[in-house]
């Protein structure tokens, strides 16, 4: 499978023009496009007013072209329509809406909520804080040894008290890519509400929710070429009915008395005050850079990187991988370990080579205490990284190794 | 100043084979520190005899940085007044932030000559988001001792 023409990628990102940046931290944040860039900036100097409120024609166009990307993001995602699409701040904010606006209301004491053990804090944290409001229970789909999830006890945890289920896309630690289908048959079987954190998955595979089988989804601009300050939950029409709105204020509403008021149809009431239509405008020309390339081109190009590296590192005496060794059902994301050298020991020799990576808890605390290790780092990759930079993360932790005595 | 200064064996050697690492029995003073941002955790037990630290333990998991600097001050106070300690705390603060090793108040042709093994340290400063890591024992000794009098 050839790789990417990265060296067009890469002239179209500014921050390559420093030659010795290896950045190998596109899990927590890609880096943006020229075409992003240029879009929002030319955007907010010509094009910019606020939206729905327009008796001008500056915010009658500035309206359109906000709406336009709604129309653009149901297209990525293979939404049946554009009323599917509510702009959120990112995936966070999308999981808490959902936790708020719909757990809050229907769930039960003894109510089971699933998730699994390699969640991100953001697919965590809201359904351990709803579990306490409601008196849910919150149970977890484990981790196998080979770091893929054990579903031999999914009949268990997902039955008729299951009320949701929340599972990543992609585990931002192990790379992990779990058996998105048969989980989300298990809880559409039982009628839970079944949602996907889609922010790993989204910028980096082909994703459409029309045969994906989730009821939502949710994922971030920023991890993938856009802006930060947007990011789009999506949701089945009749789940969005469901959903109360947990912001209230301008834009959102239909009609306002003193005492009482009604909603603006389904996405407006979703979207209180006013929205990041900058932002907006940057995920719309975010998603035009990205279908450009191609999100399979884009796949299987994380894939041939993360095959290569996995190779590269299985050679480097003393390190050790935290993940799957291989690159079935996996994305570019690589967790790794040296003997005793604390990963942010690694992380600061590995930035004097330029290359960057994240060292730390990666935000999924308790899937370390299960991994045993306090922290580790992380290589991820994108669609503008090169072999080059895996051999510069390669010959950088040699040299760790070497100041560090353990080869 | 290279890499290899900064993980000079002084703080390799302090991180594979910390000081005063076994907790005290009964400590009269105690604290524990942690650095959200990184996980670096470090807890300081204090015995005293009055105002002088005559016995010290430092424990906790995280960074060659933070780890070592706990090992070496341990070493710094122990039999140390709260007001020597605060001396020596307040050169260490110093050196962390100054420009060079002179304005630091260290000895250039005297390595070690001030602050003992605690200067393999002032390489730490040219990387600033480390800094946390080398102060983190220090702000638990300081949580450890309370305020004066």
Known sequence: MPLLDTTAIRADFPVFEDRGLHFLDSAASSQKPRQVIEAMADFAAHGYANVNRGAYRLSVSATERYEAVRDKVAAFLGAGSSDEIVFVRGATTGINLLAHGWGSLRLRPDDRIVVTEMEHHANLVPWQMLARRTGARLEFIPLGEDHRLDLSGLDRLIDEDTKIVAVTGMSNVLGTIPPLDVILAAAREVGAFSIVDGAQLVPHQPVDVSTLGADALVFSAHKMCGPTGIGVLWARPERLEELEPIEYGGDMISTVTRYTATWAPIPQRFEAGTPPIIEAIGLGAAIDYVEKIGRQAIADHDTELTRYALDALGDVPELRIHGPVDTESRGGVISFTMADIHPHDLATILDQHGVAVRAGHHCAKPLLEILEVPATARASFYLYNTTEDIDALVEALRDAGEIFGVI | ?149
């Open chain 2, 1 to 149: 100043m290279a890499l290899e200064e900064l993980y000079r064996d002084v703080i390799l050697d302090h991180y594979r084979n910390p000081r005063h690492r076994q907790p005290l029995e009964a400590p009269d003073r105690r604290a524990e520190g942690v650095n959200p941002l990184c996980g670096d955790e470090v807890t300081v037990e204090l015995k005293m005899d009055g105002d002088r630290v005559v016995d010290v333990a430092v424990h906790g998991q995280g960074c060659s940085i933070s780890q070592s600097s706990g090992s070496m001050m341990s070493e710094a106070i122990k039999g140390k007044t709260r007001a020597e300690i605060e001396a020596i705390a307040a050169k260490f603060h110093s050196m962390m932030t100054a420009e060079d090793e002179t304005a630091a108040g260290l000895d250039p042709s005297r390595p070690g000559a001030v602050l003992g093994d605690l200067e393999a340290l002032q390489g730490v400063r040219r990387y600033p988001v480390r800094i946390k890591c080398a102060a983190l024992p220090w702000t638990t000794l300081e949580e450890a001792l309370g305020p004066a009098g």
